[in-house]
């Protein structure tokens, strides 16, 4: 597996693989606009000769937010996540202290990554996240010290 930065040309693969691993996906134009936007920065994990995951940040203010991180599901529990986490940390580094993210309180294994990635919870967000049908779920706001 390889992570590099993402290039313009990846975000019509990177809304594949957001839409494969969640719900409610980004379409390519909202991934490239964060992308794009200012402190935003895109990698792809690469397995072999498909994308088999991706992470989408944004560095502003001395501090950086995980925006988005998805992986296609024949990729995941493979290291694919957390290398991409690792990457994130190290290129966010640059410019923040600290790098922040929102995740499902009903996703433990995505829980589960992100306290393996040196990430601690700090509060919650009531409602965050709707669910078609079902009513919405909390976000734990987690966050990692950044240039120890």
């Known amino acids: 597996m390889k992570v590099r930065p993402a290039t313009r ?8 693989v957001h839409a494969a691993a969640f719900d409610a996906p980004w379409t390519a134009d909202d991934i490239r606009r964060f992308a794009e936007g200012p402190g935003g920065f895109a990698l792809v994990a690469e397995a072999g000769d498909q994308v088999a995951g991706f992470i989408l940040c944004r560095v502003m203010a001395g501090e950086a937010e995980v925006l988005t ?13 957390g290398a991409l986490v690792e990457q994130a940390a190290l290129v966010a580094a640059d410019g923040a202290r600290t790098l922040f993210l929102e995740v ?13 990635t040196a990430f601690t919870p700090i509060g919650r967000r009531a409602a ?16 990692r010290t950044l240039n120890r």
């Open 69 to 81: 991180l998805a992986v296609r599901p024949e990729h995941r529990r493979r290291g694919v996540a």
């Open 9 to 16: 040309a990846c975000a019509a693969v990177m809304g594949d």
């Open 128 to 143: 965050y996240y709707a669910r078609p049908g079902a009513p919405a779920v909390d976000a734990i706001v987690m966050r």
């Open 104 to 116: 499902a309180a009903d996703n433990p294994g995505a829980i589960a990554l992100y306290e393996r």
